[in-house]
DNA sequence: AATTAAATGAAAATTATTTTTATTTATACG
DNA sequence: CGTATAAATAAAAATAATTTTCATTTAATT
């Protein structure tokens, strides 16, 4: 993710094109890892000239409100944030527990008919969470040697 | 969910039955809703004889972890929990976001090969959020007249 | 360049959640 | 049944994530 990816998201959501939300997006879209509100403030407030950790919180709320990013659950009661490199076509994740890298799931992993079940029986369907979590392919091999942090 | 069913539970956990552990369990187990930790404390402090709001928290976190409860994610960075009077099979949710009910998705609304894939590319599943949410039909229905708080 | 609604900073406040430590209790066992 | 003991709980205090407020700045429009 660069700048003139992001100014091109931002224009379509009609949001105003600060560096501020420049960087927070970069940041989130340099590497298929979930982090929370304070790790991207932490890597991004000596850059620019600055930025608060509420404008941290409020961007990154914006962005996941507006579809931009994904919120990670895990059970650790906090709010964690994803930035897919992949904003075509809807999906969902793989997220690995021992080094926080997120993998794309090819098609929404949703069964076929779930969402027609719901609306069959009346009710309306306004969104969906859909997330598996696991080790990962280089974490979960003993001899990996590769860039896996083991957190 | 009665206090019959709530010692079964808590000795196939091989946790010790106590009478905060039953009040949290019939609190959640009474009616199809997903409750906050403060709104469960709420509900029976008065009940037993008093009970503390940390305990609440415990309990409720013991129960997420042994799958006994289903932890409801929503936006606003709290945690809520549901007890589902069917403990039998494995399968997921569809939350009202109007009236907190939750309702049985018959089985694991999961698509076919959506684990294997990731085994398959060397990955290891270790567990699944699967969570619909929207607008139930009592509460879409424009004279449904029944039960259905506004919130 | 001027205008203005939106965005941001800084400090303070809020609130959900956790920790600590002393006390109580469920359960196993003689 | 008493007793022992590990586990559970209370109460108060602490923590840490997140939000609010309000004054100031800035992006976009004219
Ligand atoms: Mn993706
Ligand atoms: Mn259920
Ligand atoms: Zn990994
Ligand atoms: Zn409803």
Redesign the interface.
Known sequence: MNREQGRDILKRLNMKVTPKRLEVMCCLGSEPLYLSADEVWHRIKDRVDSIGLPTVYRILDEL??AGVIT?I?L?D?K?YYFLCANQDHHHHH?V??SCRRV?D????????G??D??QR??????????????????C??PRGGAACRTK
Chains 1, 2 share one sequence.
């Not at 029986?121 to 280089?138: D, E, F, K, M, W």
């Open positions: 996941a409100e919120r659950f059970a009661r709010q793989f690995c527990e993998e799931l090819g098609q929404c992993a949703l069964g076929e779930t969402l079940a719901v029986s009346g009710g309306r369907v306004t969104s969906h969470i859909l997330q598996i979590n696991g080790v990962c392919a280089t979960s091999t």
